[in-house]
């Protein structure tokens, strides 16, 4: 599987933005797919995944709770991050990762369970 991620970019605080994470290879109606995002000196942090298997069950960060929402356009297999009010604090490099062998009760905040990676794109937010 490979996964581009864009949308990202300067925006001021209160603005909005949206990621995609296209993949080819495979089609991602089946998988896990999460958002992270990692901050300068600061470690790789869980934002959102969505469990395209089952249907689409989502779980947010507490950070992100509300304020950002994950959806998939299976037609165009891609998964979108869509952030509304934005903060400083959101400013980050984000990735988008599949996990092509989910299992049951898993725990999709953990980095270590996804199988492939996109590049990052860059989200800088300005107060």
């Known amino acids: 599987v490979q996964l581009q991620a864009s949308g990202g970019g300067s925006v001021q605080a209160g603005g909005s933005l949206r990621l995609s994470c296209a993949a080819s290879?495979?089609?991602?109606?089946?998988?896990?797919v999460g958002w992270f995002r990692q901050a300068p000196g600061k470690k790789r942090e869980f934002v959102a995944y969505?469990?395209?298997?089952?249907?689409?069950?989502?779980l947010y960060a507490d950070s992100v709770k509300g304020r950002f929402t994950i959806s998939a356009d299976y037609t165009e297999n891609t998964v979108y991050l869509q952030m509304n009010s934005l903060k400083s604090e959101d400013t980050a490099v984000y990735y988008c990762?599949?996990?092509?062998?989910?299992?049951?009760?898993?725990?999709?905040?953990?980095?270590?369970?996804?199988?492939?990676w996109g590049q990052g794109t860059l989200v800088t937010v300005s107060s």
């Open positions: 990762a599949v996990d092509i062998n989910p299992r049951y009760g898993a725990s999709w905040r953990d980095p270590e369970l996804y199988d492939y």
């Open positions: 290879g495979r089609t991602l109606s089946s998988y896990v």
């Open positions: 969505r469990i395209n298997k089952t249907g689409g069950n989502t």
